[in-house]
């Protein structure tokens, strides 16, 4: 059974520092590409940070320089450093694994910013 959890989340502080990480499990992690998406009240779904099976990063221009996107292929494992965080980075923060046409996701984990 493939499976994603996220955890870590919570609220903080604008300029505060938050990282969430996804165990997963069920599939051969690190073949697969790995996102965090994020979706707050009312708004679309929103690509964060992506990184390739060979570890090449993305990120969004609304994070870049502020977030990182790590995996640990021994571990299964994804994370987000979440660093100077602003009440617009407030979201449900979504663990994505993808490698063709298969697409996974997790259940989320709330972050909120606020003071």
């Known amino acids: 059974e493939v499976q994603l959890v996220e955890s870590g989340g919570g609220m903080v502080q604008p300029g505060g520092s938050l990282r969430v990480s996804c165990a997963a499990s069920g599939f051969t992690f690190s073949s697969y590409a790995m996102s965090w998406v994020r979706q707050a009240p009312g708004k679309e779904r929103e690509l964060v940070a992506a990184?390739?099976?060979?570890?090449?990063?993305y990120y969004s221009d609304s994070v870049k320089g502020r977030f990182t996107i790590s995996r640990d292929n021994a571990k299964n494992t994804l994370a987000l450093q979440m660093n100077s965080l602003k009440p617009e980075d407030t979201a449900v923060y979504y663990c994505n694994a993808a490698r063709n046409f298969l697409r996974y996701w997790g259940q989320g984990t709330q972050v909120t910013v606020s003071s």
């Open positions: 990184i390739s099976s060979g570890g090449t990063t």
